[in-house]
């Protein structure tokens, strides 16, 4: 005999909530798409590039400043001019996407780690350990984000030499943003578990003699990833910016190794000569890319808690 009941069909990410506020979000999906754009093309920059422009001997200094659109002294055709040192600028703007993003992912991946960490261990355990945490956290705040990355940045320029310095001057930074930004997430995932550990669950994998350690990230972390995610997706937007600050102030990426604010540092210093393009066409990829991320992030944070859609 057949069996005449019909077997449904298990439920995949298109069936979820998330994807349905997302394909009925278009303000979302430009924010994606622009976001996409953006990493691709940082990530395709060895290859997507007309010109290399991280080896300074082939920088052609005759072709420098030139206008967009422009074609130099040996034929090469530069789409939107070149720099001061004769770099061709989409190409240096495609490698300092490259450069801005890793610095961003990397800075927020381990404030994300550091925070995480020290709120589960603070929530979960409390007392002296809690308490410890928490007062550090609140150090941390009482100095700009800015202030403790110029800090760190200041004083590993003290124990290096310049050369070690340049080698490894985006890991500098990326410590540096990642010191500024852990306090976020300390604070945030120690308030939920505080309200995780004495939930059903937690209790009834405590009587089944279930560890501690794999109460923690197998039990109560999966719970609070959500609004860890909105930090995460908005404090991208803000790691990328404090990156092109210092690069801005001149203490970020070497001289040879383009990134957006070290772009628009040197085409602030022809601004007013004209050359606007060096300054102005770095900046604008800059707005899209944190404008894309922050919009993102608030969509993101409206999808995983409609209540609080509009604030």
Not at 201 to 220: D, M, N, P, Q
Not at 263 to 287: C, M
Request: charged letters at 15%; proline letters at 5%; one cysteine or more.
């Amino acid at each position: 005999m057949t069996d005449s009941v019909a077997t449904e069909r298990a439920p995949t990410w298109r069936d979820s909530d998330l994807w349905f506020d997302f394909c009925r979000s278009p303000v979302a999906i430009g924010a994606v798409a622009v976001t996409l754009l953006l990493f691709v093309t940082a990530i395709g920059a060895p290859w997507l590039a007309p010109y290399n422009v991280v080896d300074p001997p082939k920088f052609n200094v005759v072709d420098a400043r030139l206008v967009p659109g422009a074609t130099g002294l040996f034929g090469d055709r530069y789409l939107l001019g070149t720099d001061p040192q004769g770099r061709d600028l989409l190409s240096a703007m495609m490698y300092g996407l490259r450069t801005s993003l890793l610095v961003g992912f990397g800075s927020i991946c381990l404030a994300a780690l550091v925070g995480i960490t020290l709120g589960l261990v603070s929530g979960y355990f409390g007392g002296f350990i809690g308490a410890a945490i928490m007062r550090i956290a609140d150090v941390q705040l009482s100095f700009p984000a800015i202030l403790v990355a110029l800090l760190i940045d200041g004083i590993t320029r003290t124990v290096m030499t310049r050369d070690v310095h340049e080698k490894l001057a985006v890991p500098v930074l990326i410590l540096a943003i990642a010191a500024s930004y852990w306090v976020q997430y300390a604070r945030t995932v120690r308030s939920l578990v505080l309200v995780e550990r004495d939930r059903e669950y937690v209790l009834a994998a405590k009587v089944t003699g279930v560890g501690t350690g794999r109460i923690l990230f197998s039990h109560i972390l999966p719970n609070v990833t959500g609004p860890v995610l909105v930090i995460a997706t908005i404090n991208l937007s803000l790691a990328i910016l404090t990156e092109a600050t210092l690069s801005f102030l001149g203490v970020g990426v070497p001289p040879g190794q383009p990134s957006l604010g070290s772009l628009v540092r040197i085409g602030n210093e022809y601004l007013f000569s004209g050359d606007w393009w060096i300054s102005i066409l770095p900046g604008a990829v800059l707005v899209a890319l944190c404008l894309a991320v922050n919009l993102l992030g608030d969509w993101l944070r409206d999808a995983l808690n409609p209540k609080l859609a509009g604030t």
